[in-house]
């Protein structure tokens, strides 16, 4: 005879209700468990007050921690901002357990969160969070809306901002030349495509050839003046000055200077390198070409050998060879002496495989990197002067390194050396710095225009309505001497805030005159007159199709940098 046994369980009646159930630590039902209010723990901020997050007013950045110590930049419903958000609950994040412990709870887990939309102007961050709830070994789960109030919170950074004379360290960018505006502009577009490195900068001043750009540590000052020296070739000094001085405590206060100068070289100009130059190879004691600038001065022979590919008659000029030898360069003509010419014919150095007449030509003609034909190459090209067409027929011959961009009918600025009128300077350089073997050619070759108008032209047509303005203005009844003073003042406000708008950066407000007070010479208020500047910059960029190469090159120098650095 057999028997089985079954287990069963017994039913207890729930302590509160009555309900059967099944026995559990609580002898309460899951409707019982249910009201205990988890809810007024999830929103119980610290000290028992609101949830509160605090946001600079200036800055737009939210505090990290309680301590003041750490604002970050934060996108509205990012899961940044979500973190951020669940860190400020008391309860979630373990700061503060004894008033949850007391209320039977033995620990709260965030199962899923999302954003409620609020008002952007409302100051309120609001969550749909699922919460569960371990309360007497049983688990129960809610769905709670919990709010946080916004609140504003000045940063350090700004603070720093807001008081004067709280920058600590300055970099003076600097190009000692007549026309440093042309030597800045890789710098500005450089600056404006990063904004990790105007991110620091408290404020910025023009002066007299170049910028001034404060900074609040000496780091970050030449965490910057590191990066500028990549784009451009320059040496760097740094100074320091003391300010006050604790001898008690040992402390002091200093400034640090960074001079940054940039080498007084541009693309497109001619320099004579003398014959004492040292690091400028076999182009000592020759008349060359500024092909490219970027961290270093590319250069390239205006009389080159028809023997010798274009690579071999290149040289790279490092701003520390520069400098120890600044005497033994000398710039021979600017970009603003170039003329227009018209090419007649294209003739190939090349051996006979490659040698082509003008109607051939085209097939090798350089479209970009994927064109499979290199940039430069070595041609005979015939031109005539674009104002002689109609008046004489004079041509010329020369010898160019543009033999895979020019075709037959372009247009190119070069330098007309047979009948440009030199000054002392540049005639005294020819008679002792250049050798006596090197040829002087009487045409050199420097760009190809596309568009059909240069950018010297359209900053002459600017400076001729300029000049024919002033002309037709009546003198005014006031001191002169006042009026010329706050014409610069005006001017130099102009050109600060069409900068600084051009980089990105954000300026004191002490910096800008006030625009309903002050007008420039048309009448116009600043940020008309800014904005006109800014059209101007634009006009250039537009019409120097080159710039963007340089831009590229430079930016495709810093990144295989970085990559290097990050592999090392």
Known sequence: MTSTSRLTTSMIPCCTCGTIIAPNSSNQCASCLATVDIASLVRRGPGGCDLIVHQCRKCRRYERDGNNSKFVYLEPESPEMMALLLKQIPALSGKSTQYVKRAGVQALQVLDSMFIWTEPN????????????????????????????????????????????TWSAIVQLRQKRDDSRKGLLILELAIARNALMR????????????????????????????????????RIKTTQSLVSEDKTN????????????????????????????????????????????SSAVRLITVSPSREVDVPSQCTELHSDTYWRGESSYRLFLSSRRMVRFVVLDVELCDDERDRCNAGDSNQLLYEGPLSGVSKYALADVEVARESDFGVNDETFM????????????????GYDLASTVLSSEAEWSIENDVTSNFVMPDIVLVKKIKGGQDQSRVEEADDNKELKHKKGKAKSS???????????????????????????????????????????????????????????????????????????????????????????
Not at 398 to 413: A, N
């Open 398 to 413: 020369c010898v160019t390194h543009l033999g895979h961009l020019l075709s037959p009918g372009d247009v190119v600025l």
């Open 122 to 165: 409302s100051m309120r961050q609001r969550l749909m969070l699922t919460i569960k709830a371990d309360i007497n070994d049983v688990s129960i789960q809610q769905r709670i809306k919990v709010e946080f109030i916004v609140k504003w919170k000045e940063c350090t950074d700004c603070t720093k901002e807001a008081r004067q004379n």
């Open 478 to 568: 006031g001191s002169k001497k006042r009026d010329r003073r706050m014409k610069k003042e005006e001017k130099k406000q102009q050109k600060l805030a069409a900068a600084a708008e051009r980089m990105g950066l954000n300026t004191d407000e002490d910096v800008y005159f006030d625009e309903d007070d002050f007008f420039d010479g048309e009448g116009n208020t600043i940020s008309e007159a800014v904005q006109k500047e800014n059209e101007k910059f634009q006009k250039e960029v537009e019409m120097d199709e080159y710039l963007a190469d340089d831009l590229a090159i430079v930016e495709a120098e810093l990144a295989e940098q970085s990559f290097s650095d990050n592999d090392e």
């Open 250 to 293: 040992n402390t002091a206060n200093v400034r640090h200077t960074l001079a940054c100068e940039m080498v007084p070289l541009c693309r497109d100009e001619l320099v004579v390198i003398g014959k004492q130059a040292k690091g400028a190879g076999k182009l000592t004691g020759k008349l060359c070409l500024v092909l490219r600038v």
């Open 199 to 234: 991110k620091h900068i408290l404020s910025v001043q023009t002066k007299k050839n170049g910028f001034d750009f404060y900074f609040p540590s000496l780091d970050k000052a030449r965490h910057f003046s590191q990066y500028l020296s990549k784009v451009a070739p320059m």
